[in-house]
């Protein structure tokens, strides 16, 4: 009867290591969870800010189409343009206003920071051939368009630490008359 004791104390004792074991495992697979949770999170966050930064960008080139004073205060602005993207892909000089989309738990902000760089001549504007080799001035504006994409979290307008933003650099081609200094 001693012997029978004696494996019943250790039966339990094996039982308690046992489920202290499996309890392990399962906080450890939690734990692996919640952090891919968190990594999906921030490449989603990542993904939609370039796009918003990209979008921002392609609105303000697109601009130059259909608003030719965002064109002319592109190419006066001596530190760059800056332009805002609101939630119907429509640029504005005015940024003075947070224009933002509602996403992903927090406001979308776009901005681009056009600076005019230069003009290249015709004969070095790829693609033109429009007065090639003479002294008109036609030829290749080329501008930088510098686009923000911010995840605003709490809508207070300030990045925190927390919140995901991601920049862009993108150059274009502008074929029409060079700028002449007055």
């Not at 001693?2 to 489920?19: A, D, H």
């Not at 190419?75 to 429509?90: I, P, Q």
């Not at 504006?141 to 995840?151: D, R, S």
């Amino acid at each position: 009867m001693n012997n029978c004791m004696k494996q019943r104390g250790f039966s339990l004792l094996t039982s308690l290591l046992l489920l202290l074991a499996l309890t392990v495992i399962g906080l450890t697979m939690m734990r692996a969870g919640v952090l891919s949770e968190k990594q999906s999170a921030n490449i989603q966050e990542k993904s939609v800010t370039f796009h918003s930064a990209q979008s921002s960008n392609n609105a303000t080139i697109e601009s130059y189409r259909y608003d030719s004073d965002i064109l002319a205060s592109a190419l006066d602005a001596k530190n760059g343009l800056a332009t805002c993207l609101n939630e119907k892909g429509v640029v504005s000089k005015d940024c003075s206003k947070a224009t933002a989309v509602d996403r992903a738990g927090g406001n979308l902000l776009a901005k681009t920071l056009t600076t005019y760089r230069t003009c290249l001549k015709a004969q070095k504007c790829t693609g033109n051939s429009a007065g090639l080799f003479s002294d008109n001035s036609i030829g290749c504006n080329v501008f930088e368009h510098k686009g923000e994409g911010w995840l605003d979290k709490d809508g207070d307008g300030v990045l925190d630490a927390d919140e995901t933003t991601t920049e862009i650099d993108q150059w274009s081609l502008l074929i029409s008359a060079c700028q002449t200094a007055s």
